[in-house]
């Protein structure tokens, strides 16, 4: 059985979880995003020698694969603020 796709999703969480402690910093939160992608990047290239279901067999893929993930986050955090969000 194929379990890519809960290797993909828990980057997404994992890095959803990071930005969430990055926000209680003094930063910028323009800079969020960037932020996301860049640590989904890393977790992705990472996760490719970590997690044998990983999609990814190279190292490009792999990265890809990570920073598309950590923009999920991204993409998340904003559906949940605009599901809740009264007009």
Not at 9 to 18: D, N
Not at 26 to 44: N, T
């Amino acid at each position: 059985m194929d379990f890519s796709f809960t290797s993909v999703a828990a980057i997404t969480v994992i890095v959803y979880l990071l930005v969430e402690i990055v926000k209680t910093t003094p930063l910028d939160r323009k800079w969020l995003p960037a932020i996301a992608g860049v640590l989904g990047g890393i977790m992705g290239y990472i996760a490719m020698f970590v997690m044998p279901s990983y999609p990814a067999t190279d190292p490009l893929s792999a990265i890809a694969v990570g920073i598309v993930s950590g923009l999920a986050a991204t993409g998340a955090n904003q559906v949940g603020k605009q599901l809740t969000t009264k007009k």
